[in-house]
């Protein structure tokens, strides 16, 4: 499995980006998906989430700021990100949902991400 996340960039805050997620190597339109991110000396958080059927779920701290979506013929996951914060500066990573996965499965490993840095 590979997962290849890209769109990072230096963005001035309040400004947007959209982050995409090639995923191979894996079933995708069965699997739900999710954009984590990390900032250095923190752990890694999920910010968003997309079930198979297209359920989406956010973070409260990117809720009305960030959408995430799919398109299941090009395997590919996106994250639109507007009115960015200094806060939302981190590696962005896509993965599938760890929190719908069933006990016991094994995440795919973790691609090298893509990095977002939001300039005050």
């Known amino acids: 499995v590979q997962l290849q996340a890209s769109g990072g960039g230096l963005v001035q805050h309040g400004g947007s980006l959209r982050l995409s997620c090639a995923a191979s190597?894996?079933?995708?339109?069965?699997?739900?998906w999710a954009w984590y991110r990390q900032a250095p000396g923190k752990q890694r958080e999920r910010v968003a989430a997309i079930t198979s059927g297209g359920s989406t779920d956010y973070a409260d701290s990117v809720k009305g700021r960030f959408t995430i979506s799919r398109d299941n013929a090009k395997n590919l996951v996106y994250l639109s990100m507007n009115s960015l914060k200094s806060e939302d500066t981190a590696a962005y990573y896509c993965?599938?949902?760890?929190?719908?996965?069933?006990?016991?499965?094994?995440?795919?490993?973790w691609g090298q991400g893509t990095q977002v840095t939001v300039s005050s």
């Open positions: 190597g894996i079933i995708f339109s069965t699997n739900d």
């Open positions: 993965n599938v949902d760890w929190n719908t996965i069933p006990p016991g499965t094994i995440m795919p490993l």
